[in-house]
Nanobody
């Protein structure tokens, strides 16, 4: 079993910054892909950014140039630095992790979600 613990959400004014963190623990041999998704009220969950073990990144067009995803493989942790936040960034942000267990089975797990609210 793999557990994900997220932190860093909160209330911020437009133009402000937040940094989200997500740490994976449990039955993990190796983590391949990590990422962040978000879901606003009344909308479907959407991809924000992903990062491979080697550091290749992918971003939604709506966050390019404002958000930066990074990871620390030694700590099984992924980060999302969010700058120049806008009210439309308001959503619950979910961490996503994919990898192999110690038994060489694939897994993918989701965090519990952390609320980000951008408002004056």
């Amino acid at each position: 079993q793999v557990q994900l613990v997220e932190s860093g959400g909160g209330l911020v004014q437009p133009g402000g910054s937040l940094r989200l963190s997500c740490t994976a623990s449990g039955n993990i041999l190796i983590i391949s892909d990590m990422g962040w998704f978000r879901q606003a009220p009344g909308k479907q969950r959407e991809l924000v950014a992903t990062i491979t073990r080697g550091g290749s990144t992918n971003y939604a067009d709506s966050v390019k140039g404002r958000f930066t995803i990074s990871r620390d493989n030694a700590k099984n942790t992924v980060y999302l630095q969010m700058n120049s936040l806008k009210p439309k960034d308001t959503a619950v942000y979910y961490c996503y992790v994919k990898g192999l267990t110690k038994q060489y089975s694939t897994f993918d797990s989701w965090g519990q979600g952390t609320q980000v609210t951008v408002s004056s």
